[in-house]
C-alpha cells in the first residue's frame, strides 16, 4: 500500500524516498512519474528527482522504450536478509514445506504488522491452487484463519481500535461484525485452531493455528489453505479436515518450541 510522504519526521528526504518506494508496491508493476506524484503527495518535479537517485542507487529502475518505472532487483537482497534473518522464519520454513509436502495443501507463517497480516514464506501443494501470495504480502487479519489467530492475542476493545468499524466485506461471507468476530476468536482460544471458508476468495478456506515464543506471546501464525472441497468442513470432508487440523496444531507446535516455547 503506498503511503503519503508527511512534513513530520526527522529527515523528511528519507520519508519521501520510502513513499515513492512503497508507491511502486502498490500493485501495478510499472508506473508513471506522475502516478507516483498522486500515490505519494508529491510534487512532479520532486519525484521525477527521487526517482532518479533511486535509480542511481539501483533501487528502482526505468523502462528505456516506456519509460516507466519499477522496483530494482537491487532492493532484493536487502529483503532476502531481512526475511532470513527473522527468527519466525527461520523456524518456520522447513517445518511448513514439510506440511504443503505431506498435506498437499497450500501451507503460510505470517505475523501481524498493524492492523494487516504480512506472509513470511509461502509453499504449495499439489492440491492447493496456485497461490499469489509471496513473502511480503500482506492480507486482512479478519477475513483469514491466519489473521483470526493473531488477533487471538489482542483483548476485544483492542481488536476494535486496531481494525475499525464497521470491518471489510471481501466476500458474501466475510465476517463485518466485530460482535461475530469476538465470538469465532473465543472458540480459536478454546479449541487451538481457526477456521476460514470463501471469506477472502470464494472457492478457498483454510485453517490456522497460533505461533507463541518464549514469552507465551502469539508471535507468528502458521496455516492451511485450499479448496473448500477439501477444507470446507462439510459431511464429506469433516474427518478429513480434522486430521488436518492436527497436522497444522503440530506444526504450530514445532514451530513455537523452536521459538523457545515450553
Not at 116 to 122: A, Q
Request: charged share 25%; net charge neutral.
Amino acid at each position: 500500500m503506498a503511503t503519503r510522504a508527511t512534513d513530520a519526521g526527522t529527515n523528511q528526504s528519507v520519508e519521501r524516498a520510502v513513499s515513492v518506494l512503497r508507491a511502486l508496491d502498490s500493485g501495478r508493476p510499472e508506473l508513471r512519474v506522475s502516478d507516483i506524484a498522486e500515490l505519494t503527495g508529491l510534487g512532479s518535479s520532486t519525484t521525477s528527482r527521487l526517482l532518479s537517485t533511486l535509480e542511481r542507487l539501483d533501487m528502482v529502475e526505468r523502462d528505456p522504450v516506456s519509460n516507466l518505472y519499477r522496483l530494482s532487483l537491487g532492493l532484493l537482497p536487502l529483503a532476502a536478509t531481512a526475511t532470513n534473518r527473522h527468527p519466525v522464519h527461520r523456524a518456520a520454513r522447513m517445518v511448513l514445506q514439510g506440511l504443503a509436502t505431506r498435506t498437499g495443501l497450500g501451507a503460510n507463517v505470517a505475523v501481524r504488522r498493524g492492523g494487516e497480516l504480512m506472509f513470511l514464506c509461502n509453499f504449495e501443494g499439489t492440491r492447493a491452487p496456485k497461490s499469489y501470495t509471496q513473502a511480503g504480502h500482506t492480507a486482512p487479519l479478519h477475513a483469514t484463519s491466519i489473521g483470526k489467530c493473531l488477533l487471538s492475542g489482542l483483548a476485544p476493545k483492542e481488536r476494535r481500535k486496531l481494525l475499525g468499524d464497521p470491518l471489510d466485506a471481501h466476500t458474501e461471507y466475510t465476517t463485518t461484525s466485530h460482535d461475530l468476530l469476538d465470538a469465532e476468536i473465543e472458540t480459536v482460544r478454546r479449541t487451538g485452531y481457526a477456521v476460514e471458508a470463501e471469506e477472502r476468495a470464494l472457492g478457498r478456506a483454510s485453517l490456522a493455528a497460533p505461533v507463541r515464543d518464549a514469552s507465551g506471546e502469539i508471535v507468528a501464525a502458521i496455516s492451511l489453505w485450499g479448496p473448500t472441497s477439501v477444507l470446507g468442513g462439510g459431511s464429506d470432508t469433516e474427518g478429513q479436515r480434522s486430521a488436518l487440523v492436527r497436522e497444522v496444531i503440530e506444526a504450530a507446535d514445532a514451530i513455537s518450541q523452536a521459538l523457545g516455547a515450553l
